[in-house]
């Protein structure tokens, strides 16, 4: 994600959604999701991975 915004090759909505889906969504279930049990952390984690995939395929390729 680094270099593909350092080299200008994404786009503005494609940042976006890597920075939510990639950094901004994991991190904040890592702090606030203290009292989670395992299975949901991995049911999170793997929503999170599918809105990533859903975001890629509507985006399309550039």
């Known amino acids: 994600m680094v270099t593909g915004v ?3 090759g994404s786009d503005l909505p494609r940042t976006i959604s ?3 889906t990639g950094i901004a969504a994991p991190l904040l279930l890592g702090l606030l999701a203290t009292a989670v049990s395992g ?3 991995v049911v999170y984690l793997a929503l999170i991975v599918l809105a990533h995939l859903w975001f890629e ?3 399309g390729p550039r």
């Open 57 to 59: 395929r509507r985006l």
């Open 18 to 20: 890597r920075v939510t």
């Open 39 to 41: 299975r949901m952390l």
């Open 6 to 8: 350092a080299s200008h």
